[in-house]
C-alpha cells in the first residue's frame, strides 16, 4: 500500500496528549495482518435470507444488524451490532423468545424534555444489549424533523439542534457507561424517506452548519460517541457515506470527531468512499459489490489508497472499542426487567402532551360509564415500522403487515404492544361501565358513544421507515369516526397515538385531545393514568403541530407519486430556520407550537434578568400556582440578534414543584445558537449589539421578555 494520506483529519495516532485508546488502538493496530485489517473495515448482515445464512459468520453469532471478526491473539473482540434505537431489536424475530424493553417514540423521548431520562434510557438499552453479546448499538437516532410526513420523525428526537443535541448525548453516555458503543445518526439530512437512496438534499452549508450539523456536533462533544453513521441520501450533489466535505472535513476535521464512521445498510456505492472518510462497509454482502474487500485491496495495491488511510480506519475503530471498553467485558450484568419497565412507563407518563381539556380531564371519579373506541384499544398500543420495532416481554399483541412498494416493503408493519388501554382503564376505575368498539364503522361508535358519559376515542396512524405520509391526515376513517362520535357525545376524548403531527379537524368539537406517540411497551397504563389524574400531564411539543401543510417550507411532498427508484432532489431552502424558526420568521401562528403542552395546574414565571457579554445567560422564577404538583419545562428563546430577528431555543429545563413551591432558574446559552457560521473564515460569528430573549410557554407565546448586550466575537470551527 502507499504512502501517509497526508490529512490531519484522518490521524487519530498517538500524539503527546494521546489518551489509553489512542495508544491501544495504534499498538494493536501496527501488529495487525493485512487480512486483519481489511476484516474490521466491513461488517456482515446476519440474517437469514430465504433460508440461507451468511457462511462466513460463525454458527454462535446470533441474528442481528452486522458482524466484524475479532482478532482473538490480541485481544480484539468481534463486534456484534444490533438495531436498538427504541430498544434491542430482533429482526425478523430470528432469535427466537428474544425479547426486550421497547421504549417509547423517540419523540415520546423528546416531548419529556428531561435529560435525565434519555441517559436512563440509553442505559437500560445498553445494559440488555451486552446481556444478549451485542458491543455495538445502531441508536441515537438524532435528524432534526424538516417535514411532519417524513415517515422515519418518530424515532428522531426534535426539530430543535440543542433539544436534540442534549437528548441524543444523554442517551449515548448511558448507554456507553455500560460499556457499549453508541452512535448518532444519520449523517446528515435524513429527514424524507420517499426515494432516499436516490434524493439529493440541497442545503446552503452555513445553514447546514447553523442546524442538522450543530446538533451532532454539539452531541459529539458531550457524549464522544464512538461511532457515527452516514445517511442513505446524497448532500449538495454527493452521498453522504461518500462525502468528503461532510465525513472529512466537517465530522472528522471541523468537529474532531475520533471515532469511525460506518456507513448504513446499503448506502455505499464505490470504494473511493474511504478517501471521503468512510471507515467501514455495513452490510456488505447487500450491496453491489463488498466495497471494501477486494475492490479497495485493489486499489492499494495501485497506490490509490495510502497505507495510512486503511491503518486510520482500523485505529478509529480499535479506538472507539476501548474508549467505550468493549475490548475489557467480564460477565455479563443481571437485567432487571420490571425496572426498565418502570423506566418504560416514566418515560411515557412524562412525554405524554395534553393538547386540549375543557376541564373533562382529569376523568371524574363520578363517571359512570365510557365508550373506549378505537383499533386494538382493548389488545395494546401501536409502535413505529422499521428497524426501530422491537419485540417487548410478552411479545407483539397484534401484527397487520401492510407492505407496499419499494425494498422496505417487508419492514412496514403494524404491531401493537401488549398494553391494553381497555384493560387499565377496568383496572383503575373498576366500579365504572365500559363499553368496547372496534371504530370500524363511525355510526357503530356513535351509538356506543351515546349511551355513555365519556367516550374515549383512540386513534392511530402508522409511520415507518421507507414511506413517507401523503398529508396529516389519519387513515382508514378515522378522522370521520372521530366526528361522529363527538357528534353523538359532548364529553369526548381523543388519544392520538401517532409519530407525526395530525390535521384534526375534530379538534374543537371534542373536549380533550391527548398526544401519546408511539408510547412504548407500558403506554396503555401511561395513558390511563393521565386520562385519571394519576399523573399530571407534563409532556412539551418537541415538533410544531403546523395548521396546514400549506404553511410548510414544502407544501407538497417532494417526490409523491414517483415511482420507487426515481431520483430527485429537495432544495432546503429553509436553511437553518427549520420548525418554529420558520413559523416565527413567516410570521405564521401553527396550530401547536413548539414547546406547547397543558397540565393540570397552572405556572407563573416572574422576575427575570437577562445578562450578556460572552453569551446570554437568563434567570427567572417559577412558581406552581395551582393546587396539585405538576412539571413545568423553562423555555428560553431569542428573539433578534443584533437588530435581526432571529427565534432560537437557547435553553430549557424541566422543574418539578409541589402547590406554591417556587424555583429560581438559569439558564446559559451555547453561544453557537444565537450565532451565524462564516464559511468564509470557517468560524463562528456573534455580532456585537443587542440581543432580545423571552421566556415562553412556547416558541411562540412569550411571558417575560427581556434584553442584553453581546460583545461581537470569532470563536470555534
Known amino acids: 500500500m502507499g504512502g501517509p494520506i497526508g490529512m490531519t483529519a484522518f490521524d487519530v495516532a498517538p500524539s503527546p496528549g494521546a489518551t489509553p485508546a489512542d495508544r491501544w488502538a495504534s499498538e494493536i493496530e501496527s501488529e495487525l495482518t493485512d487480512e486483519e485489517r481489511f476484516g474490521l473495515i466491513s461488517s456482515l448482515m446476519v440474517v437469514v435470507f430465504g433460508g440461507q445464512r451468511e457462511p462466513r459468520v460463525p454458527d454462535e453469532v446470533p441474528q442481528c444488524a452486522g458482524y466484524v471478526p475479532g482478532v482473538a491473539r490480541l485481544g480484539v473482540p468481534p ?12 429482526p425478523g424475530g430470528g432469535r427466537v423468545g428474544d425479547t426486550a424493553t421497547a421504549l417509547p417514540a423517540g419523540l415520546g423521548i423528546g416531548a419529556t424534555f428531561n ?74 439530512l435524513n429527514s424524507h ?17 447553523e442546524s442538522d450539523l450543530l446538533a451532532f456536533q454539539i452531541a459529539i462533544e458531550r457524549a464522544e460517541p464512538g461511532a457515527v453513521m452516514g445517511a442513505y441520501n446524497k448532500v449538495n450533489g454527493e ?10 472535513d466537517v465530522l472528522k476535521g471541523a468537529f474532531g470527531f475520533r471515532g469511525w464512521v460506518m456507513s448504513d445498510w446499503m448506502a455505499v456505492h464505490d470504494w473511493t468512499y474511504a478517501l471521503a472518510g468512510l471507515d467501514q462497509h455495513s452490510g456488505a454482502q ?8 477486494r475492490p479497495l485491496r485493489d486499489a492499494c495495491e495501485r497506490g490509490d489508497v495510502p497505507s495510512e488511510r486503511i491503518a486510520d480506519m482500523v485505529r478509529r475503530i480499535l479506538r472507539s472499542m476501548h474508549a467505550v471498553g468493549v475490548n475489557r467485558w467480564d460477565d455479563a450484568p443481571d437485567v432487571d426487567l420490571a425496572v426498565h419497565d418502570a423506566a418504560a412507563l416514566e418515560v411515557a407518563r412524562q412525554g405524554m402532551v395534553l393538547l ?17 373506541i378505537g383499533r386494538h384499544a382493548d389488545r395494546g398500543v401501536l409502535a413505529g415500522g422499521g428497524s426501530s420495532q422491537g419485540i417487548p416481554p410478552g411479545g407483539i399483541a397484534v401484527k397487520v403487515p401492510l407492505g407496499g412498494d419499494g425494498m422496505l416493503s417487508a419492514v412496514r408493519t403494524e404491531a401493537w404492544f401488549p398494553s391494553s388501554p381497555l384493560h387499565e382503564l377496568q383496572a383503575a376505575r373498576p366500579n365504572t361501565s365500559f363499553r368496547f368498539d372496534p371504530g370500524i364503522y363511525p355510526a357503530d361508535a356513535a351509538e356506543v358513544a351515546r349511551r355513555c358519559d365519556v367516550a374515549v376515542v383512540f386513534v392511530s396512524k402508522l409511520e415507518s421507515e421507507g414511506y413517507d405520509s401523503p398529508d396529516l391526515s389519519l387513515p382508514l376513517g378515522q378522522d370521520a369516526l372521530v366526528e361522529a362520535v363527538a357528534s353523538a357525545n359532548p364529553n369526548t376524548v381523543v388519544v392520538l397515538e401517532t409519530g407525526n403531527p395530525t390535521s384534526m379537524p375534530w379538534r374543537h368539537e371534542v373536549s380533550a385531545v391527548l398526544q401519546a406517540w408511539y408510547p412504548g411497551q407500558a403506554g396503555g397504563r401511561a395513558i390511563v393514568e393521565v386520562l385519571t389524574g394519576a399523573v399530571n400531564p407534563s409532556g ?9 401543510t400549506d404553511d410548510l417550507p414544502r407544501p407538497h411532498l417532494a417526490g409523491f407519486g414517483d415511482p420507487f427508484g426515481t431520483p430527485h432532489s429537495i432544495e432546503y431552502h429553509e436553511g437553518a430556520e427549520v420548525g418554529y424558526r420558520w413559523f416565527a420568521a413567516q410570521g405564521v401562528r401553527p396550530m401547536y407550537a413548539f414547546g406547547f403542552g397543558r397540565s393540570y395546574t397552572a405556572f407563573e414565571h416572574e422576575d427575570l434578568v437577562v445578562d450578556g457579554g460572552d453569551t446570554i445567560a437568563a434567570s427567572v422564577t417559577v412558581t406552581n400556582t395551582g393546587d396539585r404538583a405538576g412539571a413545568d419545562v423553562v423555555q428560553v428563546y431569542l428573539d433578534h440578534a443584533a437588530g435581526e430577528p432571529r ?65 461581537e466575537q470569532r470563536f470555534g470551527r
Open 239 to 248: 452521498y453522504c457515506c461518500g462525502n468528503g466535505p461532510l465525513l472529512r
Open 115 to 188: 435529560p435525565a431520562l434519555a441517559r436512563q434510557g440509553g442505559a437500560l438499552v445498553g445494559r440488555e444489549a451486552r446481556a444478549k453479546g451485542f458491543n455495538v448499538l445502531c441508536g441515537g437516532g438524532m435528524n432534526l424533523v424538516r417535514d411532519p410526513r417524513h415517515g422515519r420523525n418518530f424515532e428522531y428526537l426534535s426539530e430543535d439542534p440543542w433539544l436534540s443535541a442534549v437528548l441524543a448525548s444523554e442517551s449515548v453516555i448511558g448507554t456507553q457507561a455500560e460499556g457499549v458503543v453508541s452512535m448518532v445518526k444519520h449523517f446528515a
Open 356 to 372: 386540549e381539556n375543557d376541564g373533562l380531564l382529569p376523568l371524574p371519579a363520578e363517571v359512570a360509564s365510557v365508550a373506549v
Open 647 to 711: 427565534r432560537r431555543l437557547l435553553g430549557f429545563e424541566r422543574v418539578e414543584l409541589d402547590p406554591g413551591e417556587s424555583r429560581r432558574v438559569t439558564i446559559v446559552a451555547d453561544r453557537r445558537l444565537a450565532a451565524r457560521f462564516d464559511l468564509d473564515s470557517g468560524q463562528w460569528f456573534l455580532a456585537g449589539g443587542d440581543y432580545g430573549v423571552f421566556v415562553g410557554t412556547d416558541a411562540e407565546t412569550p411571558v417575560l421578555r427581556g434584553s442584553a448586550t453581546v460583545t
Open 286 to 293: 447487500l450491496d453491489a459489490e463488498e466495497w471494501f474487500d
Open 540 to 548: 412539551r411539543l418537541p415538533i410544531t403541530f403546523p395548521a396546514s
Open 79 to 90: 463486534l456484534l451490532i444490533t438495531d436498538a434505537g427504541l430498544g434491542v431489536t430482533n
Open 193 to 209: 424517506e420517499t426515494n432516499k437512496f436516490w434524493m439529493d438534499a440541497i442545503i446552503d452549508p452555513a445553514a447546514h452548519r
